[in-house]
């Protein structure tokens, strides 16, 4: 069954420092794979995705994600976080192809201490 | 300018009660969806429309009823409503089907409490 996982339910960084999420997926093929964002009382806000080829996918807002197969990851980092970037953080996996069936992970909550 | 806008934001009713919400995008996009997200914070779709025709329909309870009067409208109208249809619905639009050129833009989510 096609699903993700996302470890982390919160975690809390000081501004300035780097960040990772982690996000690992089940999928039995080549998985189309994204990063949202949801600030609070917003909607999701895409940051990335991955389809194929370059397996380090820049995104918007400073974020980069990595697709590594052989650990089914698809990990979201940042190299200095703001107090801004605080939000909840969603992997999701399309399994239809890229017909826009999105699976997504229970999400990361961020906190970013000043 | 809100680009997918849903009304209400909160909405607050007895178990039994029949309830609608509604969903517009000024963007021109083709495809409209609406996603459960539930209290563990799962995101699931439950229908997408494009271009008024339904082509996703995951395994919703029928109580639950998409409506598309046109092209920038998704309503979402759910009949006797029970506790476990507390959650925050969120409509989304994206241009075409595939997510490999289409972004999908959300609205700001639309809290259904049941009592």
């Known amino acids: 069954a096609q699903s993700v996982t996302q470890p982390d339910i919160h975690i809390t960084v000081s501004e300035g420092a780097s960040l990772e999420l982690r996000c690992n997926y089940s999928y039995g093929a080549t998985p189309y794979l994204f990063w949202y964002v949801q600030s609070p009382g917003q909607g999701l806000q895409l940051l990335l995705k991955y389809f194929s080829g370059d397996t380090l996918v820049q995104g918007i807002k400073g974020f980069e994600a990595e697709f590594k197969r052989s650990q089914s990851s698809f990990n979201l980092r940042k190299p200095s976080v703001h107090w801004s970037d605080a939000a909840e953080y969603f992997c999701a996996l399309d399994p239809s192809g890229g017909y826009n069936k999105l699976i997504f992970g229970a999400g990361t909550r961020l906190a970013v201490h000043p | 300018d809100t680009a997918v806008s849903q009304t209400p934001k909160y909405l607050v009713t007895q178990m039994g009660n029949d309830k609608s919400i509604k969903c517009e995008q000024n963007?021109?996009?083709?495809?409209m969806y609406w996603y459960k997200q539930d209290s563990k914070k799962f995101l699931k779709i439950m229908f997408s429309y494009n271009n008024k025709e339904l082509i996703i329909n995951e395994t919703v309870p029928n109580r639950f009823s998409p409506k598309s009067p046109d092209k920038a409208h998704l309503n979402l109208h759910i009949n006797s409503l029970e506790l476990g249809d507390s959650a925050v619905y969120f409509c989304a639009s994206s241009q075409g089907v595939s997510l490999s050129t289409d972004t999908q833009y959300f609205g700001p989510g639309t809290r259904l409490t049941v009592l």
């Open positions: 963007l021109g996009h083709d495809t």
